[in-house]
């Protein structure tokens, strides 16, 4: 079967300094002119109205407006043709006398009149992804747009520009093959991610060693996963998850997650239950400096945020002690997560003006040692994490220090996921509740007035949720 022919040529056209023709001034010329100013075109404009921003461009000087009517003789010298009119006459003359000057058209929305077409265009200058159909579905071909607008990181123009600046000295220091082979490596090197961060010194510094054929390090990402939600991702952490070689992730990362991780990346679990640390903390230090230091591309990937009851900060301090690169990308908190999906807001005008996150993890002794004349206070929000064994010691405390024994709590088990289940109940009754349920996976506590909006905003199922939701019901 032969392939389907292809109803254009698909060509990027060098337009700076050049004179393209456009005639029409409404809203649609507005959109072709800016488009055609960013190409460092010299539009001349025919139009008998103007838009608004298209006055003020040919009052600045970028837009030359030649005429009010359009005739033939002001195609001269144009490289370009656009009739961007709703005179469907108007474009059909327009069409015609370009076509016989032999100058491209484009009519707008009138693929059989135009003898070009604009493509839908993901802008990551000097990276261009252009999109079209031919005419064909111009709406398809908006969505695709959209789609790879949301997947194509922000800062690959800076990446694009970064290699062209390099192309000349590799293109002096290595023959053909040898060059796409560099800049293949280079690709999948940590250079990239340094880039976009903004580190160029580090990424220049990478892509010199690879020209001498010297491997340069590894780096680590330490990226927040959420709350287990995999659609709470960021695009961030999502590419960074797609790139990496290695990742050590923890009991608080849901498969769904761990699933998005590249296929043939190494996965390492560390662990982290309440009381059984699969590997202490200085050793999961400790192998990130070892893998980051053969080179690897190491994604430490945690729940939630890493800066939050996550010791994001001791493992990034031994990074930075050993010269270590690394990026640290922000996840959705358990309590941003858990009470979004709960229909708890954390503060209300009316019930909470302040948010306390506290851990309820006890000590050694198994004492709690919390600000509890700051906790319990009305007008605030207590979020706390960890907090699961020791709720019963949490409530008491909270009403020995003043909240009544009938102030609102709720617990949250497995947030954000199809497994959530939420127990709504007082101080006073909260810690039976939740005993009687049964909580066992990951749980957090929230306390104040703001859970009583539940009952009117909760919106979020979840497989188990809703059956025991009401356990015990704030006043
Ligand atoms: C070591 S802390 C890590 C917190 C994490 N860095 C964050 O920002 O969410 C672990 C605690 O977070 C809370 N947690 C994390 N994910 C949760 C979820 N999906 N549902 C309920 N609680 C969660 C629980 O209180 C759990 O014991």
Sequence with gaps: MSPTPWPYYPVFMRLRGERVLLVGGGEVAVRKLRLLLRAGARPALVAAQLHDEVRQLCAEGAVHHIGEHFTPLQLAGARLVIAATSDAELNQRVAAAAQQAGVPVNVVDDAALSSFVTPSVVDRAPLLVAISTGGAAPVLARRLRERIEAWLPTGYGRLAAFMHRWRETVYTRLDGAARRALWERFLDSRAVERVLSGDEATAERDLQQMIEGRHPGGEVY???AGPGDPDLLTFKALRLMQQCDVVLYDRLISPQVLDLVRRDAQRIFVGKARSRHSLPQEEINAELVRLAKAGLRVLRLKGGDPFIFGRGGEEIDTLMA????????????AAS???????????????????IFITGHARKDGQLNLPWDQLARRGQTVVVYMGLSTLPQIAARLIEHGLPSDWPAAMIEQGTSPEQRVVVGTLGTLPQAVAATGFSAASLLIVGEVVRLRERLAWYGGAGGESIARAVSPS
Excluded: K, S
């Design 337 to 355: 997560g858990c009470a979004a999906y709960a229909g708890i807001p954390l503060t209300h005008r009316d019930y909470a003006q302040t948010c």
């Design 322 to 333: 050993h010269g270590i690169p690394f990026q640290v990308v922000p996840g959705i908190t």
């Design 222 to 224: 330490l990226v927040g």
